[in-house]
C-alpha cells in the first residue's frame, strides 16, 4: 500500500483469545481486514495470534515492543513516514454512530466512511490528526457539530493520523496518560484535533485480561495502592519535565473511580490562552451537516 492508502495498526498484547471477536469482529464487520496490521510484543505472541486468526483475513502479524508507548514506537518505525496510519488497540468490540436524524447504530458498518473522511479532512484543511467523542449519551452531544476541530484529548485507543513520529510518538516514561501527551503535541503543532462527536467504539477498557493493566505500566492492577503510588509518581514526573504538559494540562488529579492518577486537558479558555502565549495556532472549525466536505464556520 501507498502512504495515501490508509493501513490500520492495532497494537495487542496477551489477548490472542479474545482479539477475534472483539476488534478483529469489528473491522471484519466493517470490511476492513484486508488494511490490518497486528502489533505483538514477541514471537511466542506472534504464534499464538497467528493460530487464533488462522484462516481469516489480515495483511500481517509484526514483532514489536512489549508495552503501548513502546509498541506505537515500533509501528512508527515499521511504516514510512507520511502513512495514513489509523492506530487501534485490542479491545473495540463495536463501531457506533448516530445518523442526521438521531438514530443510534450500535454496531455499524460505517466505519470506513469515517476513515475516509477524516484523512480527506486532515490533508485538505492541515488538521493532523482526528478520534472520536466515545459519547453515546444524546444529553452531552445536544448541540454539538457533525464533527469538530478544537483542542481534544486524542484517544490512545483509537486515533488516525499521517505517521510523524516527532508528534505521534510519547515520552518514554509509560503508556500511562498517553491520550493527553500525544493530544499536547497536536495542540501546540497544529491547534486541535478534528474530532468526529457522533460516533465512537464500544471497549472495555481494563476489563479484559492483557493489555495495558498486564504490562505493569500502571502498577499492579490488583493491589490499589501500588497502582496508586506509581501513577501518582509517573504522572507527577510526566507534569514536572514537560512544559507542553504544563501549558495545556491541569496538574495530575486523582481519578477516585479507577484509584489512579491522571492528567486532563486545561479548560477551552485556559487552552487558547496557553496557545497565544506560546504562539502556536488558534484554530477551529464545525461541520454542522453529516458528511459535508467544507466548514459551515472556520478560521483556518
Same mark, same amino acid.
Not at 34 to 59: M, P, W
Not at 180 to 194: E, H, N
Given at each position: ?29 466493517? /470490511? *476492513? ?11 511466542? +505472541?506472534?504464534?499464538? =495470534? ?6 481469516? +483475513? ?10 503501548? &508507548? ?11 513516514? /507520511? ?12 463501531? =457506533? ?5 438521531? !438514530? ?16 480527506? &479532512? ?6 493532523? !490528526? ?25 484517544? /490512545? ?96 488529579? *486523582? ?46
Amino acid at each position: 500500500m501507498g502512504i495515501d492508502d490508509y493501513v490500520i495498526a492495532c497494537r495487542s498484547y496477551k489477548r490472542s483469545n479474545v482479539f477475534p471477536q472483539k476488534t478483529y469482529r469489528m473491522l471484519a464487520h466493517n /470490511g *476492513l481486514t484486508s488494511r490490518l496490521y497486528i502489533f505483538v510484543a514477541n514471537h511466542d +505472541e506472534k504464534v499464538l =495470534y497467528e493460530h487464533a486468526l488462522r484462516g481469516l +483475513e489480515y495483511k500481517q502479524i509484526v514483532i514489536g515492543e512489549i508495552g503501548c &508507548a513502546a509498541v506505537v514506537r515500533s509501528i512508527c518505525a515499521f511504516f514510512p513516514n /507520511g502513512q495514513r496510519i489509523a492506530f487501534m488497540d485490542d479491545d473495540l468490540s463495536r463501531f =457506533y454512530c448516530f445518523d442526521a436524524n438521531g !438514530a443510534l447504530d450500535k454496531d455499524s458498518k460505517k466505519l470506513h466512511k469515517y476513515l475516509d473522511d477524516g484523512f480527506t &479532512a486532515i490533508d485538505k484543511y492541515n488538521l493532523g !490528526a482526528f478520534s472520536f467523542s466515545f459519547l453515546s449519551n444524546k444529553f452531552y452531544l445536544k448541540d454539538k457539530p457533525f464533527k469538530e476541530f478544537r483542542p481534544a484529548p486524542l484517544a /490512545g485507543s483509537f486515533f488516525a493520523t499521517r505517521n510523524n513520529p516527532k508528534l505521534i510518538l510519547t515520552k518514554p516514561y509509560t503508556s500511562h496518560a498517553e491520550d493527553i501527551q500525544r493530544a499536547v503535541q497536536y495542540i501546540d503543532f497544529y491547534g486541535g484535533i478534528l474530532l468526529y462527536w457522533y460516533a465512537g467504539f464500544e471497549t472495555y477498557y481494563g476489563e479484559e485480561n492483557g493489555g495495558i493493566q498486564a504490562s505493569g505500566e500502571r502498577g499492579d492492577p490488583k493491589n490499589s495502592m501500588n497502582r496508586l503510588t506509581k501513577t501518582e509518581a509517573i504522572s507527577w514526573r510526566m507534569y514536572n519535565e514537560e512544559p507542553l504538559l504544563q501549558a495545556y494540562s491541569q496538574p495530575p488529579k *486523582l481519578v477516585h473511580k479507577d484509584m489512579f492518577y491522571s492528567l486532563k486537558l486545561k479548560t477551552l479558555p485556559q487552552v487558547r490562552k496557553a496557545q497565544k502565549e506560546r504562539g502556536s495556532p488558534v484554530r477551529s472549525a464545525r461541520w454542522l451537516h453529516w458528511w459535508h466536505q467544507r466548514p459551515d464556520e472556520a478560521n483556518l
